[in-house]
């Protein structure tokens, strides 16, 4: 019983630690962090629409039961809605994702999914300038996006999604939360003017980077006064908020749209150097000789797998219509 209790109390702490994580921010860093869980990796393969490599997903050995699939439903329920529009694409993935998936990346608009789980590139016809460069930030032990920096923004590539980067998945509803609001918040490449933006003329929202709250933010001003508020999941109370931010407000009000300077060095958030790079495509078959390097992690944190219910009330379905060109 003694030991049962001190158990359960670790699982909690390990869990509050992660949720501590999530709400203060990771920081942006030069190279992907690789979770323990991706050393069990022997297979890549990208799902096209058209042209277009969509999505990556990366397997481990089959039959491998490495992943509970609460968690894989979660991503893959949010596949459905944000490409509700393309029938002929979600038939690609209209099957329960097996146990051995342990990585799903999607690409975002203008970008491809590359050679590994991590790796994003522009999309043809679009060539990436003398000095852009790639940034990475996880939101969560599940999440990681990729940032492409050009002319001193940082645009959207791709998410990269672990259902179980530690082997339990946990804080299933923080991370529905986070994929919605990591897709929302996106800049669009090549810049456009937000005003003019589909988003922005369809449903008064956009995304931008804020200083003060250190992240990309999604921006409603659909409230009475038109003012726009981050709209915010409050990850312990499990409820989605609005807030008022003075650089955000100012940054509305003021804002013109001018043609965006070459090469301007990015200034969003500080980098941290990752030393391990990323690893190359995997091709071995066995799981023991393909063991991944990785980069320090919260994950040693973390423990436990509670079931939450993955449906969303709340997150609005508007963000299917531009996702595929």
């Known amino acids: 019983m003694v030991f049962s209790k001190l158990f359960s109390s670790s699982r909690s702490r390990d869990k509050e630690n992660e949720k501590k994580y999530i709400i203060n921010g ?42 509970k699939p609460e968690s894989l439903e979660l991503f893959r329920n949010k596949l459905e809605k944000w490409y509700k529009s393309n029938p002929k694409f979600l038939e690609q993935i209209n099957y329960k994702f097996p146990k051995n998936l342990i990585a799903i990346s999607a690409a975002r608009p203008s970008f491809d999914v590359g050679e590994s789980c991590h790796e994003f590139k522009l999309r043809n016809p679009f060539k990436p300038s003398e000095n852009s460069y790639f940034t990475y930030r996880k939101h969560s032990e599940c999440i990681q996006c990729a940032y492409y920096n050009e002319d001193g923004v940082e645009f959207l590539a791709g998410i990269t999604f672990y259902p179980a980067p530690h082997g339990k998945p946990q804080l299933l509803k923080s991370n529905d939360a986070l994929l919605y609001l990591a897709s929302g918040s996106y800049i669009r490449y090549p810049l456009e003017d937000r005003r003019k933006s589909f988003l922005m003329t369809e449903y008064k929202q956009y995304g931008r980077f804020c200083s003060v709250a250190g992240k990309h933010v999604l921006l409603t001003c659909s409230r009475n006064d038109r003012a726009p508020r981050h709209y915010e999941y409050n990850h312990v109370t499990k409820e989605y908020e609005y807030i008022f931010c003075d650089e955000c407000c100012r940054d509305y009000y003021t804002y013109k749209w001018e043609e965006p300077k070459k090469d301007t060095p990015a200034t969003a958030a500080p980098i941290v150097v990752v030393e391990e790079s990323v690893p190359a495509a995997a091709t071995a078959t066995d799981s023991e000789s393909s063991a991944v390097s990785r980069a320090s992690s919260t994950e ?13 009330d709340v997150e609005s379905d508007i963000y299917d219509a531009e996702l595929i060109d």
Do not use: N
């Open 26 to 67: 990771y920081p942006l860093t030069t190279s992907p962090v690789i979770p323990d869980i991706l050393k069990h990796h022997v297979e890549f393969k990208k799902v096209k629409y058209g042209s277009i490599d969509l999505l990556g997903l990366t397997f481990a050995h089959e039959g491998s039961d490495l992943v």
């Open 300 to 312: 040693s944190l973390v423990g436990g797998f509670e079931r939450i219910d993955v449906s969303s």
